[in-house]
């Protein structure tokens, strides 16, 4: 049959994002089409494990295909990711509509599979083999303008096996990429008309710290893995590149070096998400993160020595098992101490395998969610702070896109608010990351990249003129 159409879904952190955005392109090239969810053929799911709640949905949403794709008899649905990983061939018997399961290192054979499956209704295939090398996949940059904002894999995998995380389990050992390969996707992303690059890894800091990347390295390396320190500068010194920003960061790897390019590297953001995950020494140990507070706050006050604006955000775990009040309160008073500008923060979640799952001292859901809701009302707090004070400030903004609401302006937002007729409301980024809604006069002319983007792309400085609850307001600075 000649139904080639995809839909995917996409859950979990910016490593399964930018999987599936390769792997939309690489179907698109191989003559896929994307339709919506209940009228497309291959049905795929990227989904994530870290917590319960997000692989409880994957089964919710494998139901929705279900019930969507009906009348389709040729639908079927693919199980990517970490929960792919985790249950593995066990989605054949649950979900009878699945034909298709791929773990992280299996998502570079995942196009020809698909294409075999539309050929062969009877097959089912599993691609959850761990490689020993960085899987290396076919570049599949779009034929037309590439995002303003681009990732950029850099390693796989995890070696730390934090007490309560699964994420080793289902992406495996670490794995660094070359060097040599990171850098031309960057090169060729910006030559597209990328102005920004994140490098994107599980411990993106200990990239160059396992035997794949010493296997990399060339004589051009001096016969040495590179570092990521190395790598950043790499990647930095790219002509064209605006902003450079890394995540996630594990604070036992940040070099000295690390910290020195933040004061160094004129494009390397000044925003950095160091997940601290409590703020108690006793509960980090229990975690086996091999940081304590000591640390924590030395690696805080020598970044903000080197880059004195640069702003910080963090994950944060509530009721770790054995967490006590005080350990909490400690949380707390670290997160003041350090005054992240946003933090991820999360109830403690079995997960099946872990160490933690094993420990005793289990609290109470309602305990959790009551501390949780007490450092999440901190955090809003402090971060409406934090975007107030960026008001009346200049700054400049990355633009990514046309605003979704044309509400922006005071007043209802027909008229642009800015003494612009026929003015067009912009969304994008400053360079702390945080999103800017600006009114610019209508610029039909093309893009950087070529396109009838008008804005796409361009850099514009701005004051800031308002601060919303999670996005600030400007104006173009003549
Ligand atoms: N590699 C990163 C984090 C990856 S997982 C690091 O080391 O920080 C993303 C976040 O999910 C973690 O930072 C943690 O805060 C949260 N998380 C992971 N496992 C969890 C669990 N079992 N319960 C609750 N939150 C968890
Ligand atoms: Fe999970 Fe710890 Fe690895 Fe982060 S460093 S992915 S929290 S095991
Ligand atoms: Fe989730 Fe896997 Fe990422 S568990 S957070 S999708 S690495």
Known sequence: MSDR??????????????????LARALVARGFTQAPLGKARVNIVNTCSVRDKPEQKVYSVLGRIRQATRKLPDAFAV????????IGAGFFTRFPQVRLVFGGDGSAMAPQAIERLCAEPGLRVSLLDFSEEYPERDAQLQSGPVPPSAFVNIMQGCDNFCAYCIVPYTRGRQKSRAA???????????????????????????????????????????????????????????????????????????????????????????????????????????????????????????LKAARPDIQLSTDII??????????????????RAVGFAASFSFCYSDRPGTRAAMLPGKLEAAEKAARLARLQEW????????????????????????????????????????????GESWQGRDPYGQPVNVVLPARPER??????????GRIVPVTIVEAKKHSLRGVLRA
């Open 318 to 335: 509530v009721g770790f098992p054995g967490e006590t009040e005080q350990d909490f309160e400690d949380t707390l008073v670290a997160m």
């Open 79 to 86: 199980v990517g990711g970490c929960v792919a990983q985790q």
């Open 5 to 22: 159409t995809f839909h995917i879904l996409t859950f979990g952190c910016q490593m399964n994002v930018n999987d599936s955005e390769w």
């Open 180 to 302: 040599d390969a990171v850098v031309r996707e960057c090169a060729e992303l910006v030559e597209h008309g990328a102005r920004e690059i994140t490098l994107l890894g599980q411990n993106v800091n200990s990239y160059g710290q396992d035997a794949e990347a010493a296997r990399h390295a060339t004589t051009a390396d001096g016969g040495k893995a590179v570092t990521f320190a190395e790598l950043l500068h790499r990647v930095a010194a790219l002509p064209g590149l605006a902003r450079l920003r890394f995540v996630t960061p594990h604070p036992k790897d940040i070099a000295p070096e690390v910290i020195d390019a933040f004061g160094t590297l004129d494009n390397l953001c000044p925003r950095l998400h160091l997940p601290m995950q409590s703020g108690s020494d006793r509960i980090l140990k229990a975690m086996g993160r091999k940081y304590d507070m000591a640390r924590y706050m030395d690696i805080v006050q020598r």
């Open 379 to 422: 955090q809003n707090d402090y971060t409406e702070q934090c975007l107030r004070n960026m008001v009346g400030t200049d700054t400049e903004v990355l633009l990514d896109g046309m605003s979704k609401k044309p509400d922006m302006a005071p007043g209802g937002g027909h008229d642009d608010g800015a003494g612009i007729p026929g």
């Open 447 to 456: 893009g950087p990249a070529g396109g009838p983007e008008g804005w796409l």
